[in-house]
């Protein structure tokens, strides 16, 4: 029998169990290492499982920020300069990448902290994760204020893309598997995934057929 939990139950839970439970539900995510800098080039990078598609023309993709205060130097310096990186995290910096979690001063650089390398690179503003296989350069947008939580979207535009070439797919397809790219669940659990199948464009009437051949 499954166990059946209202609404009433998930407000009288301890709040450990129920932040591991609700943040859990949602399934697997995308997880990123966001590089930010402030005006004084003071570099600063965090760990989201907040990141998502919003658009492919132009191309947006959302971050979600949790409550201010306490201050956020990643929210921070991205209203400050218009400018942050999305790195991919993979299994040779998956501990210093959960590590930047950690709440450091401002003064100290998780950079610095985590053993990860800042990398400026194209002209581009913020810092890339050197180690990240798949980086993603960002320009501020827009910014929506979500009152029902007092939480805050960022949309950003992708403005530079660095990627291995042999994760690209003649189509355009990304193979995130061959860039060794991660995924998590919950807030600390992190995952390797198994691709099953591509299939094709799915229309009324019209068979669906592996792309993989399979």
Known sequence: MPLSINSLAIAEMEKQYRVHLINSLGGFKSVVLVGTADAQRNTNVAIFSSVFHIGANPPYVGLVFRPTPPERDTYNNILETGFY?????????????????????????????????????????????????IQIGQAFREKIDIAINNTTLIIGEIVQLFVPENAIQPDGFLDL???????????????????LDRFSYAKPGLEITSLLGR
């Open 85 to 133: 990186t999305l790195n991919h995290l993979n299994e040779s910096i998956l501990t210093q990448a959960h590590q930047t979690s950690a709440r450091y001063d401002k003064h100290i650089s998780e950079f610095d902290a985590t053993g990860l390398t800042a990398e400026f690179k194209s002209d581009f503003f913020a810092p890339f994760v050197a180690e990240s296989h």
């Open 177 to 195: 598997e061959q860039a060794n790219t991660l995924t998590c669940s919950g807030l600390d659990s992190y995952h390797k995934t198994v691709q």
